[in-house]
T-cell receptor, first 113, second 114 residues
């Protein structure tokens, strides 16, 4: 599985935008970039995913570098509820027996009131 | 729609015992995956079931086994428990959609092995 690298931790002020980086220099041309987050005492929660183009949804935006070797998850206006561990995951095309998510240690985001 | 539910939420066992964890998938989902999460680590893939057949397995020994039932609920069984099996066990359900597939996780079962 291609590897991702994320900072161990980040802090941000409440109501400010947050940019969470992810490096994936060994990404293959067919790997999708997925983001999940895990709030305290809960299972991971899907946030967003993309292949090449930038993506927006109600939770966040995903900015993908032109060479696809890095991406950034953007929370436009952080709230205390966004405090969580954020995981950047590369997902290969489906192959029987290969439909797993490979989690790293993620970025622990702390929101300062 | 109902979410993914897991039972029990907490469990304490002793070394050598056997344990069964249960998961009820989200309505309409045909795939269930199980993950193990040690303290301070990301979840690690155990295995996945698709339409009642095992469909991929991570680096876990055979004493970790599972079942998926016709209603797409699932069980994770662990035999001969070891101290290192202490972890949060997460179940995730999904509807197979290739790389666009989104997993929906339960809140997990916290297993402590003494």
């Amino acid at each position: 599985d291609a590897k991702t690298t994320q900072p161990n931790s980040m802090e941000s002020n409440e109501e400010e935008p947050v940019h969470l980086p992810c490096n994936h220099s060994t990404i293959s041309g067919t790997d999708y970039i997925h983001w999940y987050r895990q709030l305290p005492s809960q299972g991971p929660e899907y946030v967003i995913h993309g292949l090449t183009s930038n993506v927006n949804n109600r939770m966040a935006s995903l900015a993908i570098a032109e060479d696809r070797k890095s991406s950034t998850l953007i929370l436009h206006r952080a709230t205390l509820r966004d405090a969580a561990v954020y995981y950047c995951i590369l997902r290969a095309p489906p192959n029987f027996g290969n439909e797993k998510l490979t989690f790293g240690t993620g970025t622990r985001l702390t929101i300062i009131p | 729609e109902t979410g993914v539910t897991q039972s029990p939420t907490h469990l304490i066992k002793t070394r050598g015992q056997q344990v069964t964890l249960r998961c009820s998938s989200q309505s309409g989902h045909n795939t269930v995956s199980w993950y193990q999460q040690a303290l301070g680590q990301g979840p690690q893939f155990i295995f996945q079931y698709y339409r009642e057949e095992e469909n991929g397995r991570g680096n876990f020994p055979p004493r970790f086994s599972g079942l998926q039932f016709p209603n797409y609920s699932s069980e994770l069984n662990v035999n001969a428990l070891e101290l290192d099996d202490s972890a949060l066990y997460l179940c995730a359900s999904s509807q197979r959609q290739g790389p666009n597939e989104k997993l929906f996780f339960g809140s997990g079962t916290q297993l402590s092995v003494l």
